[in-house]
């Protein structure tokens, strides 16, 4: 597949071509003329037509959601801390900075879904992250931001609306938003039961994973 990358600060052929697509988000996957902000990369396979659309049911997505979330608790209650605190292949990356990385989205998404506003930002993980010394900080709160996603799963309105949601990659529909979190967590829910070495149970059956989990 033919693709060109270009780098939209190089004052150069990346800028002028970002200028003239209208100064979309970066990332951006400009299509047919068309920019596509990227929130997740998991949205790059979709739009290159890979693996096929998402069907966008926040109740579905969502429920399979919370079982990855669910079952990432149950993998994590058993690990000891240093397990919890040592680099993993995922960049480098502890998996408590990835149990942040995994649940903090689903902290924000109920909020989201009201006020059409999802500040998720990555880059600070690693500042959130260090406010948890110790694993059972850590699991609190990755327990109670399972349990508001768990409660706002249970809204019979849930169906009713699909609002556009606006965050600091570009914006979306709350459907879009909750599949590609469903996907990113199973994607870093395969690299701590690779590290923990712990089988997935079928959990990520149907889902359209990387054979390489890092």
Do not use: K
């Not at 349990?147 to 990659?169: H, M, N």
């Not at 690299?191 to 089988?199: M, P, S």
């Amino acid at each position: 597949m033919e693709f060109v990358s270009l780098n939209a600060a190089d004052g150069g052929e990346g800028s002028r071509r970002w200028s003239e697509a209208g100064r979309p988000t970066v990332p951006s996957l400009l299509l047919d003329g068309q920019a596509h902000p990227i929130l997740h990369v998991s949205q790059i396979a979709e739009l290159l037509g890979l693996v096929p659309p998402a069907a966008g049911s926040p109740a579905r997505d969502g429920a399979s959601a919370l079982a990855i979330l669910d079952a990432w608790l149950a993998c994590a209650r058993e690990a000891d801390w240093e397990a919890l605190v040592q680099p993993t292949p995922s960049r480098g990356r502890t998996l408590r900075n990835l149990t942040v990385n995994v649940f903090h989205p689903f902290e924000l998404l109920p909020a989201a879904w009201t006020s059409g506003e999802f500040p998720w930002r990555p880059e600070e993980d690693s500042a959130r992250e260090a406010g948890f010394a110790g694993r059972e900080p850590l699991l609190a709160w990755a327990t109670s931001a399972a349990g508001s996603w768990r409660s706002f799963l249970a809204r019979e309105d849930l169906a009713s609306r699909d609002p556009v949601v606006t965050s600091p990659r570009g914006e979306t529909r709350f459907s879009a938003l909750v599949s590609l979190q469903r996907w990113h967590a199973a994607y870093h829910y395969r690299q701590l039961a690779h590290v923990l070495e712990v089988g997935d149970g079928g959990l990520l059956d149907g889902l359209a994973l990387p054979r390489e989990v890092f």
